[in-house]
């Protein structure tokens, strides 16, 4: 079983950033394949970015330029940093783990954005 703590959200005023994290327990993150995803009220979940076992990333059109999706598998830790947040950007972002067969959640953390 695969547990993954988020942190890092919290309220920021249009035009900021604030960096998000996500530690992973077990021993095969590096294995993974990361993402983060984000849920605003009244809407599906969506992708923000994601990062391969190997190091590649994507990014939703809407983050692209703005966030950074990175990882230390040292510390098994995903980051997102995230720049020139937009009132848009608001909602609650989840940390995901695939592991192929297997798919884990962080409880998530909440970002506001206030214009």
């Known amino acids: 079983q695969v547990q993954l703590v988020e942190s890092g959200g919290g309220l920021v005023q249009a035009g900021g950033s604030l960096r998000l994290s996500c530690a992973a327990s077990?021993?095969?993150?590096?294995?993974?394949?990361m993402g983060w995803y984000r849920q605003a009220p009244g809407k599906q979940r969506e992708l923000v970015a994601g990062?391969?076992?190997?190091?590649?990333?994507n990014y939703a059109d809407s983050v692209k330029g703005r966030f950074t999706i990175s990882r230390d598998n040292a510390k098994k830790t995903v980051y997102l940093q995230m720049n020139s947040l937009k009132p848009e950007d608001t909602a609650v972002y989840f940390c995901?783990?695939?592991?192929?067969?297997?798919?884990?959640w962080g409880q998530g953390t909440q970002v506001t954005v206030s214009s």
């Open positions: 995901n783990a695939n592991y192929g067969r297997q798919n884990y």
């Open positions: 077990g021993s095969l993150f590096s294995f993974a394949a």
């Open positions: 990062i391969s076992s190997g190091g590649s990333t």
